[in-house]
């Protein structure tokens, strides 16, 4: 009889020994979680077409508006050296080259990087480094983890390591679109991963998109708002302040393009012939400005130079606002840091709101990056909300 008990505890120990070894090989394999993120370069060989295209994403060009070529926009708009006053902005404001310096770039940037998170939308690595360290990594030390990646943005942002399948690789737009009702394009939807508005959570770092009440820029005002949520204190007023990213995305909704089922890939990566005579979808992410031909005159009857001057015609009337606007927030807050000691308390709130809501609409139009053509009508209502705002604001000033 003790013979049997002593086998049948023999028999019990292993099994439970057994099962704590599979355990702690597990938790072990858990913690060492890796995820292969294949090079473009890797990819030469079997598509040489798409990968020699994304390597003209190294070319710096210029249309008159916009483009990948560098400038440093405090010395283009001075004023943003006031509107911008206290936050990163007003420290250094470059415009963006092409995706594949992403990750270079904010790795010099003179702006503070208050977390890992900081990297979400400049190399497919960030994707693998939160495979491993979970929602630790967006508060973890930006340099320690931005020395670990390897590339800017690359094929594996739109495709994992799928060619010609598109795939959603950042949780914090699958976050956002679950406050939307509406189905969009994947087509449109590998490029909203990063051009949209967004903002890192005070206490996790975490990225999030402000989509709770929708996409227009009073919705994402509501959500700011009930969420009281601020980026900064400007320190002339002392009012906080919304900094907007770059909402294409956000913008281009309800434009005519999306209304005819038209999408970013189309325009951004139009279908062009290589040598063979064979089609393929372009991988150099430029303006459709510079690939008319391809880009738009499949669907437009106009010539190229016909459709640049409208284009042109419809930038220039944004850019005219937007700066226009600019001057007039500048004069706004000199007006509030002269004013803010004699002003009643109930009206210096009430002027706070009305400059924090009017810099948000101007803000919303001035980083995004098509300059209002993604959608004219929509952009110039802001401009026109932002300066009726500021006219009422004024309007309380002593």
């Not at 087509?187 to 909203?192: E, G, I, S, T």
Request: proline share 4%; glycine share 6%; net charge negative.
């Amino acid at each position: 009889m003790t013979g049997k008990i002593n086998r049948k505890t023999s028999i019990i120990i292993l099994a439970m020994a057994t099962i704590v070894a599979i355990f702690a090989i597990a938790v072990q394999q858990d913690r060492a979680v890796e995820l292969e993120i294949i090079r473009a370069e890797a990819w030469a060989e079997q598509y040489p077409d798409q990968y020699r295209t994304y390597l003209q994403n190294e070319e710096m060009v210029r249309t008159t508006f916009g483009g990948s070529e560098p400038i440093d926009y405090l010395e283009k708009y001075p004023e943003l050296l006031t509107i911008y006053d206290g936050v990163g902005f007003s420290i250094e404001y470059l415009r963006a080259r092409g995706h594949v310096y992403a990750l270079e770039d904010v790795i010099h940037t003179e702006r503070g990087k208050p977390g890992a998170s900081c990297l979400a939308c400049k190399t497919p690595d960030y994707v693998a480094m939160e495979v491993t360290h979970g929602s630790s990594l967006y508060a973890m030390d930006f340099n320690e983890m931005a020395a670990q990646a390897h590339s800017g943005v690359s094929c594996y942002d739109c495709h994992r390591n799928e060619p010609g399948v598109l795939h959603i690789t950042r949780g914090h737009l699958e976050k956002g679109l679950s406050h939307l009702e509406e189905e969009y394009q994947m087509k449109n939807l590998v490029c909203a991963q990063c051009h949209i508005e967004y903002f890192l959570d005070p206490e996790t770092k975490e990225v999030t998109v402000p989509w709770k009440y929708g996409t227009d820029v009073a919705d994402v005002e509501a959500a700011f708002v009930e969420w009281n949520y601020i980026d900064w204190v400007h320190p002339q007023t002392g009012g906080g302040l919304y900094k907007i990213q770059h909402p294409e995305f956000e913008t281009y909704l309800g434009s005519t393009h999306q209304q005819l089922g038209i999408s970013c890939v189309d325009c951004h990566m139009p279908r062009i012939t290589n040598d063979a005579g064979e089609r393929f979808p372009s991988h150099h992410w430029t303006s459709p400005l510079k690939t008319v031909e391809a880009s738009c005159l499949g669907c437009h009857g106009e010539s190229e130079a016909e459709l640049v001057a409208e284009v042109e015609r419809l930038q220039g009337a944004v850019e005219n606002k937007t700066v226009e606007v600019s001057r007039q927030l500048v004069t706004l807050i000199e007006a509030i840091a002269d004013a803010k000691d004699t002003l009643p308390e109930a009206t210096l709130e009430e002027v706070h709101q009305l400059h924090r809501s009017a810099q948000l609409r101007w803000d919303f139009v001035f980083v995004e990056n098509s300059q209002g053509f993604h959608h004219y009508d929509k952009a110039m209502s802001y401009l026109n909300e932002a300066e009726a705002m500021i006219a009422e604001a004024m309007s309380l000033m002593p």
